[in-house]
């Protein structure tokens, strides 16, 4: 039986990865977890150079568990600034979600964020639109 998600089509998640092994699998699952999924979860791997990590990375990217489609960027070591605004700079969303590979989020996380940057530039800007006519 296949499980519907719904997915936020306004937000993507990016992780940075360095050496992190089964963290970013972690890292991803809690993402994979959430209430309302990401449209896409990309991985920027910083110069990762331990076999563990790499595996992990290499696996993420053959799993058919996944209901999110991921994509991996493999760059030189630049540190985690660097790797961070190579991920957003590939978002195609207005919203991003931005994770180290040791974090995970709760399950209610993106939706709750969502509906909370939704109302407040989305909902109050209508009000005042409204409000301030004649």
């Known amino acids: 039986m296949q ?10 998640a990016v992780i940075t990865s360095y050496n992190q092994g089964n963290m ?11 209430t309302m999924l990401p449209a896409r979860i990309i991985i ?15 696996n993420i990217k053959t799993n ?3 209901p999110v ?8 070591n630049g540190g985690v600034s660097a790797a961070r605004n ?9 919203m991003v979600l ?3 590979g040791d974090d995970k989020v709760e399950p209610s996380y993106i939706k709750q964020v969502r509906q909370l940057f939704l ?8 009000k005042r639109t409204y409000r301030n006519r004649p």
């Open 3 to 12: 499980i519907e998600h719904c997915i936020a089509k306004d937000i993507e």
């Open 69 to 76: 489609s991921i994509f991996i960027i493999q760059q030189p």
């Open 98 to 100: 931005v994770l180290d």
């Open 44 to 58: 920027v791997d910083d110069g990762s150079t331990d076999k563990k990590s790499l595996d992990v990375l290499n």
């Open 119 to 126: 109302f407040k530039y989305v909902g109050n800007y209508t």
């Open 24 to 34: 970013i699998l972690e890292a991803v699952y809690s993402l994979c977890n959430q």
């Open 64 to 66: 058919p568990t996944i």
């Open 86 to 94: 190579t991920g957003i700079r590939k978002t195609e969303t207005p």
